[in-house]
């Protein structure tokens, strides 16, 4: 029960491609050593071949690799909810939960080994939980569990991509989709016992980026669609890192690779 909605929420930030043929790893690291990866924020290590940020109190954990990226190219890992979520026992027993898990793409210019709000100049992937009543009624954007995409410029600048397409797709001035009342609005429901058997799995995430035309893009685990971000090819074009991130949880991943499709 504690558990169950951050593998829901990790389910469905599940990538995965088709329908291109050639593929070439570009970069690949089996976290047997942190060769490569720099640390910014929260408690990371490595251990069984496995990364781990430990911290579950950590706001913005955050590790960087430089990576090639050009192209049409994916990123694949796999990651497990380890533990956080909620401050303490009361929380857990009312069900405020706060965590949140995503990743850097297309990032230029990240501050490395320093904490930081942004993270250089790229985009923020971002999957995010927040139960809490303060968040509902200071930062109703942020609140429930949502998929949302933000726009980094610096290391002190980052907010939730604002663009014409995003108003008229969405009816919002911004990137930051409730989940739940999507899925709800489609006629689905979830309940407990759809997600129990996925509790501590490590589930496989693939996020692929085509820096010819921007657009990223995001398929349901649970069934044959397809969700397409068009961001801004210049801006992923540009990027240089990619970055792990989470929020208030601890979380372990494996075998990342990045693959150029063609």
Do not use: K
Not at 116 to 141: H, I, K, V
Request: net charge negative; hydrophobic share 40%; charged share 20%.
């Amino acid at each position: 029960m504690r558990r169950f909605v951050f593998v829901f929420a990790l389910c469905v930030f599940v990538i995965v491609a088709a329908g291109l043929s050639a593929q070439t790893v570009v970069d690949a690291s089996n976290f047997t050593s942190m060769d490569g990866w720099h640390v910014a924020s929260g408690e990371w290590d490595v251990d069984g071949a496995r990364l781990y940020q430990r911290s579950t109190t950590s706001l913005m954990s955050r590790i960087d690799r430089q990576v090639p990226q050009e192209g049409v190219y994916e990123i694949r890992f796999n990651v497990r909810y380890e533990d956080g979520g909620f401050g303490t026992v009361e929380d857990l027993e009312h069900q405020r939960f706060h965590a949140g898990f995503g990743v850097h793409v297309g990032l230029r210019d990240p501050l490395l080994e320093r904490q930081s709000w942004g993270a250089g100049d790229g985009y923020l992937l971002w999957l995010n939980l927040d139960t809490r009543p303060a968040t509902l009624e200071d930062y109703p954007d942020h609140s429930g569990f949502r998929a949302q995409v933000y726009r980094s410029e610096s290391p002190v600048s980052m907010d939730l991509l604002s663009e014409p397409w995003v108003s008229q797709v969405f009816g919002q001035s911004t990137l930051s989709i409730d989940l739940f009342q999507a899925l709800q609005a489609a006629g689905i429901t979830l309940t407990v016992a759809d997600v129990e058997p996925f509790l501590g799995e490590i589930l496989p995430i693939r996020i692929r980026v085509d820096t010819n035309t921007g657009e990223v893009s995001v398929a349901d685990p649970t069934a044959p669609v397809r969700y397409r971000i068009p961001l801004d090819p210049e801006v992923l074009r540009r990027g240089e890192y990619i970055s792990l991130r989470t929020n208030s949880l601890a979380a372990s991943f494996g075998n990342f690779r990045v693959v150029e499709l063609r």
